[in-house]
Structures are given as structure tokens and as C-alpha cells.
T-cell receptor, first 113, second 113 residues
């Protein structure tokens, strides 16, 4: 079992650009959540996807959007990048028919210049 | 809303010292509580969890007890090792799979030989 995988590992963009991050959940998991972890802080919840729909959303602007595919993998899109979007983006997967433990991926480090 | 407060770091200990990292929470209902560990450049790893009041989570010598009366979930270890040096995050998650995780800001632990 490969666990939760994310790509790319690192990414450098400039202000105003758009970025897409990808996540493959742990085998058997159907729910994907995305978190933003700024340097020196705890992860902040962005949104959660289940059955290809956004089920819950945190306090992030509409520049942050996502998608879930039929195979449960997910993408996080950020438009009009700002310097403050620089962070580690974590994907977590879980299953609706097991206990509520989330498994986290290694993250994508986004740097906005 | 839900919130988690961790003792501020950094914490520096000598090898074999006793560790306590305090964590208190505010939540509606009765969430599950977690401790995660993050090593440099990596994602989050679940260290231990407790799903109801008075439960004790334990793993790798670390322990934490879910105290509903004091809304606390303090992390303890009797004898730390250099390899325990990492950032530790306390988190809560509502007991529904739709629930997002709320994290504290993390506590950096450095163990010196």
C-alpha cells in the first residue's frame, strides 16, 4: 500500500500565476481533505471532497478550488497566486466506512516569488 | 468554533528526560483527539489518538489521556531520545467523517544527547 501520495514535491511560481497540486488517496479511502501549512504554524483546513463534490470548506477565498475524480484522486487549484500562498500543502485521505482517522501525504512545498 | 491550544515552544530536553507537552481544546460535542509528529521536510504522521473521554492513546512510549473535565490531551513520554526531536501537533476532529481536523500551532522538541 503506497499510502497517500502527492505531486509535485516542490513547486516554484510567481505572483499571479496558477498552480495545480495532485493527490492520490490511500487505497480504500474515498474522502480527500486539503490543508495549508504556513511556516511555523499548524495545518489549516481548506476543503474536503467526497463523491466528487466539495463537502466542507474552510476560510479560504474562491481562488482556491478543487476537484475529485471517479478514482477518488483529487486536485487543488490556486489562481492568482499571492506571496502569502507560499506554504506546505497537505492532502489527507480517510474512509467513510471506517474510523475517522486521516492519513496524510508528504505534502507539496509551494514557493511563490 | 473548534480550537486547539498547545504550549508554546520550543522545548529543549536532555536525553532520557521526562516530556510533557500541554494541549487544551474547545469543541462542540465530543471530538476525537490526536497527536501528530512532523519531522523536517516531511508530512504529518499520526502518533496516537483517543476517541472518547478517559481513553488513553499510546504509541512508541508516548501517552495522552482524553480528559473531558479539563478539555485536555497532554502528551507525555517518560524518557525521550534524540530521535524524538520533531514538531508535535495536537488536533481534534469531530466524530463524523465529514468533520475537518483542527490543529494547534505545534511544539518543537529538541532532544540533546
Amino acid at each position: 500500500d503506497a499510502g497517500v501520495t502527492q505531486s509535485p514535491t516542490h513547486l516554484i511560481k510567481t505572483r499571479g500565476q496558477q498552480v495545480t497540486l495532485r493527490c492520490s488517496p490511500k487505497s480504500g479511502h474515498d474522502t480527500v481533505s486539503w490543508y495549508q501549512q504556513a511556516l511555523g504554524q499548524g495545518p489549516q483546513f481548506i476543503f474536503q471532497y467526497y463523491e466528487e463534490e466539495e463537502r466542507q470548506r474552510g476560510n479560504f477565498p474562491d481562488r482556491f478550488s478543487g476537484h475529485q475524480f471517479p478514482n477518488y484522486s483529487s486536485e487543488l487549484n490556486v489562481n492568482a497566486l499571492l506571496l502569502g500562498d507560499s506554504a506546505l500543502y497537505l492532502c489527507a485521505s480517510s474512509s467513510t466506512d471506517r474510523d475517522n482517522e486521516q492519513f496524510f501525504g508528504p505534502g507539496t512545498r509551494l514557493t511563490v516569488l | 468554533g473548534n480550537s486547539v491550544t498547545q504550549m508554546e515552544g520550543p522545548v529543549t530536553l536532555s536525553e532520557e528526560a521526562f516530556l510533557t507537552i500541554n494541549c487544551t481544546y474547545t469543541a462542540t460535542g465530543y471530538p476525537s483527539l490526536f497527536w501528530y509528529v512532523q519531522y523536517p521536510g516531511e508530512g504529518l504522521q499520526l502518533l496516537l489518538k483517543a476517541t472518547k473521554a478517559d481513553d488513553k492513546g499510546s504509541n512508541k512510549g508516548f501517552e495522552a489521556t482524553y480528559r473531558k473535565e479539563t478539555t485536555s490531551f497532554h502528551l507525555e513520554k517518560g524518557s525521550v531520545q534524540v530521535s524524538d526531536s520533531a514538531v508535535y501537533f495536537c488536533a481534534l476532529r469531530p466524530n463524523t467523517n465529514a468533520g475537518k481536523s483542527t490543529f494547534g500551532d505545534g511544539t518543537t522538541l529538541t532532544v540533546k544527547p
